[in-house]
């Protein structure tokens, strides 16, 4: 059974930086698209940045600038480098990936905190 499998979240003061990482598990085919959702309590699961199988990205508004989405070059591991952080971007980050032969796949979630 392929997972995604996120890490990196956590505390951080507004202006710091933190990476995350989602990597898949088992074999997944061919990637068509990977992209970062997150979701505050009492807010609705909104896209903050995600990439096509060419490389192409796309960015929220509220983040361009500061975050910018990565993989590696197995083109399994998607990263979410977040700079300038704000309390605003306080959430649970989740990951997700969608394949033709295995559909719309998600993370568990990776929680970050932006206070002082």
């Known amino acids: 059974q392929v997972q995604l499998v996120e890490s990196g979240g956590g505390l951080v003061q507004p202006g710091g930086s933190l990476r995350l990482s989602c990597a898949a598990s088992?074999?997944?085919?061919?990637?068509?698209?990977m992209g970062w959702y997150r979701q505050a309590p009492r807010n609705q699961r909104e896209l903050v940045a995600s990439m096509n199988e060419f490389g192409t990205t796309k960015y929220d508004d509220p983040v361009k600038g500061r975050f910018t989405i990565s993989r590696d070059n197995t083109g399994n591991t998607v990263f979410l480098e977040m700079n300038s952080l704000k309390p605003e971007d306080t959430a649970v980050y989740l990951c997700?990936?969608?394949?033709?032969?295995?559909?719309?796949?998600w993370g568990q979630g990776t929680q970050v905190t932006v206070s002082s």
């Open positions: 088992g074999n997944t085919g061919k990637i068509a698209d």
């Open positions: 997700t990936m969608y394949t033709a032969y295995l559909g719309r796949l």
